[in-house]
């Protein structure tokens, strides 16, 4: 298993409120993502780094911003949780060394209420 | 429409079934392609990867790809219970953003 960990595992907050999901690797990988996943929809990019301190913007960027000031923490924020951001979220890495192919964490389980 | 198209089924075969699965796409910059399996409630694990077109097998799993016709597809041989899981298609281009797109997923039972 890539050395990938996300928490918290699970969490539910309120309305309105900030959170932060946590992703760490032990890998030393370049490139690191985070993914939600929802019914019908599959996997969505939401950002992703190709570096410290760089990030960029996915397809569901909206209501959610990044930071990583360090090869092995990658941090999504909810700036104000919805209800519409109740969902799985996935962190996954990447050094394309093998291809562009992307190994994935076990997942953040969030519900806002 | 969707840059890349799965069927969600469920899928539902008796063991010992070759399974079909497949994916169409429409971005033709997509060069890598991956098949990903995930259990319920885990993260997707990586199962196949092909770059370009052309086949790949691994045990009794063989993946395909047709960029002329944008199609790709992963064969199950001798499909057993512990196949039962969702399967997403995955690609992405050579250049540009490093992520890849997906697929919604085929849900997959095997019967025993």
């Known amino acids: 298993d890539a050395g990938i960990t996300q928490s918290p595992r699970h969490k539910v907050t309120e309305t309105g409120t900030p959170v932060t999901l946590r992703c760490h690797q032990t890998e030393n990988h370049r490139y690191m993502y985070w993914y939600r996943q929802d019914p019908g929809h599959g996997l969505r990019l939401i950002h992703y780094s190709y570096g410290v301190k760089d990030t960029d913007k996915g397809e569901v960027s909206d209501g959610y911003s990044v930071s990583r000031s360090k090869t092995e923490d990658f941090l999504l924020t909810l700036e104000s949780a919805t209800s519409s951001q109740t969902s799985v979220y996935f962190c996954?890495?990447?050094?394309f060394g093998s291809g562009n192919t992307i190994y994935f964490g076990e997942g953040s389980w969030l519900t806002v209420v | 429409q969707k840059e890349v198209e799965q069927d969600p089924g469920p899928l539902s075969v008796p063991e010992g079934a070759i399974v079909s699965l497949n994916c169409t796409y429409s971005n033709s910059a997509f060069q890598y392609f991956m098949w990903y399996r995930q259990y319920s409630r885990k993260g997707p694990e990586l199962l196949m990867y092909?770059?370009?077109?052309g086949n790949k097998e691994d045990g009794r799993f063989t993946a395909q790809v047709d960029k002329s016709s944008k199609y790709i597809s992963l064969f199950i041989r001798d499909s057993q219970p512990s196949d039962s899981a969702t399967y997403l298609c995955?690609?992405?281009?050579?250049?540009?953003?490093?992520?890849?797109?997906f697929g919604s997923g085929t849900r997959l039972q095997v019967q025993p």
């Open positions: 995955a690609m992405s281009a050579n250049t540009g953003r490093r992520a890849l797109t």
């Open positions: 092909t770059y370009s077109s």
């Open positions: 996954a890495i990447s050094d």
